[in-house]
Nanobody
Framework: QVQLVESGGGLVQAGGSLRLSCAAS????????MGWFRQAPGKEREFVTY????????YYADSVKGRFTISRDNAKNTVTLQMNSLKPEDTAVYYC?????????????????WGQGTRVTVSS
């Protein structure tokens, strides 16, 4: 079993930055695809970004491309999401997720483990 704990959420003004962290425990995530998803109030959960086990491959939703950066430190069992130029529409609960089969996927249904989420609020 893998436990994921997100941190770093908060309230920020539009144009600001936040850095989200996801700490894994229970087992190493070094062979897992790691993803970030978000769910805004009243909306469906949506894919944000993923990073391959090696860190060589990343993919972003069009809505965050060029503003968000995902990275990982397998030695520390952590994944980070750097969010810059935040917009009010980025307001959501952000979830870290782990996929154990090395799939590079944007589908939340294919991720095996999820964190509890961290709330990000961007004010205009």
């Amino acid at each position: 079993q893998v436990q994921l704990v997100e941190s770093g959420g908060g309230l920020v003004q539009a144009g600001g930055s936040l850095r989200l962290s996801c700490a894994a425990s229970g087992r190493t995530i070094s062979t897992y695809t790691m993803g970030w998803f978000r769910q805004a109030p009243g909306k469906e959960r949506e894919f944000v970004t993923y990073i391959s086990w090696s860190g060589r491959n990343t993919y972003y939703a069009d809505s965050v491309k060029g503003r968000f950066t995902i990275s990982r430190d397998n030695a520390k069992n952590t994944v980070t999401l750097q969010m810059n130029s935040l917009k009010p529409e980025d307001t959501a609960v952000y979830y870290c997720a782990a996929e154990s089969g090395m799939k590079l996927t944007t589908s939340g249904d294919e991720y095996d483990y999820w964190g509890q989420g961290t709330r990000v609020t961007v004010s205009s």
